[in-house]
């Protein structure tokens, strides 16, 4: 996952690889083929989607050149605090583009605005390249952009070398009050990009154990202490359970489900990454004629005891 507060824009290589086939003929006795043809270069990107809906779902062919999309389900319009991280990921589909440029459109509590056409960049990219691009108000460089004023709103977007938008625009709502409850969580979505997601609804904290129960066949000569029944095969965890707060809308409640199914969930605590692993099979997304929606689901920490881990995480 990307570190604390990351602020450059990056070439992402974990999870994408680029690979050729080579093949050939085997016959008689041959084991090997005996030359080998090369294949065209292919590209992997780590993700979920279901092949099953291609064609009906070019998601690289179609979907991003034509919508332009950042590699995420959420709303282009979010919400976050003053404090939070967060991060877009964007697949350059296109040939040509040389250098990306991260524009910002920023708008101040006194309704004044001011735009950046170059916050960010990277150059030396190119088709196929996967970007990590910082979008939080303090890593993205949004609140340095005039320290005088408070930032109420940002939108930003991805352009070329040419300055034309190669991205949709993402646009940013900064919450004035921070609940002291807040809990941010980390996680793979199903495209194959970190995203953050804030809760700020009441969780509780509780001590779960599993263990199982025996018989014992005792010896004539049997201890009175030692009793008939024994437990064995014991472990422990600590479980948590609570609510997300509401949410903007039944759809932000609804792409919830890639945090649900993600294989890499972490509760991020300052600097700190801990992996979690969230439980649960059924969650209620929402009910006919509410107007607030919130989710309700539990988790539980990776480890049984953080204080034997490394230090990035128990200190």
């Known amino acids: 996952p990307p570190s604390y507060r990351e602020s450059e824009i990056r070439v992402l290589t974990d999870r994408s690889i680029r690979y050729k086939n080579f093949y050939g003929d085997v016959f008689n006795d041959l084991i090997e083929p005996s030359s080998l043809s090369e294949s065209g270069l292919f590209l992997a990107v780590y993700g979920g989607l279901s092949k099953r809906a291609y064609p009906d779902v070019d998601y690289f062919g179609d979907v991003l050149p034509n919508q332009k999309k950042f590699m995420s389900w959420k709303s282009t319009s979010r919400r976050v605090d003053r404090e939070q991280e967060d991060y877009l990921q964007f697949f350059l589909y296109a040939t040509g583009i040389s250098s990306i440029r991260l524009k910002a459109d920023v708008t101040f509590t006194d309704d004044s ?162 992996p979690i692993v969230v439980s649960g099979r059924e969650t209620r997304i929402r009910v006919d004629k509410e107007y607030q929606y919130y989710v309700r689901f539990g988790y539980s920490e990776g480890y049984v005891e953080r204080r034997f881990t490394p230090t990035s995480i128990n200190n």
Do not use: C, W
Not at 138 to 156: F, M, P, R, T
Not at 161 to 168: G, P, R, V, Y
């Open 113 to 274: 605005t001011t735009s950046t056409p170059i916050l960010k960049r990277l150059d030396g990219v190119g088709r196929g390249d996967l970007i990590l691009v910082p979008a939080g108000p303090i890593h993205s460089g949004i609140n340095s952009i005039d320290a005088s004023k408070i930032v109420k709103s940002y939108v930003l977007t991805l352009t070329d070398q040419s300055s034309n938008a190669i991205s949709e625009p993402i646009s940013y709502e900064l919450i004035s009050h921070k609940p002291p409850r807040t809990r941010y969580f980390m996680f793979l979505n199903s495209v194959g990009a970190y995203e953050i997601f804030r809760a700020t609804g009441v969780f509780e904290e509780s001590f779960v154990s599993d263990k199982e129960e025996i018989q014992k066949f005792l010896g004539h000569d049997y201890d009175a202490l030692d009793g008939e029944f024994e437990a064995y095969n014991m472990s422990s965890r600590k479980q948590f359970s609570g609510s997300t707060g509401f949410l903007l809308d039944a759809e932000e409640a609804r792409v919830l489900s890639d945090l649900f199914l993600s294989p890499r969930v972490y509760a991020l605590e300052g600097a700190k990454r801990v």
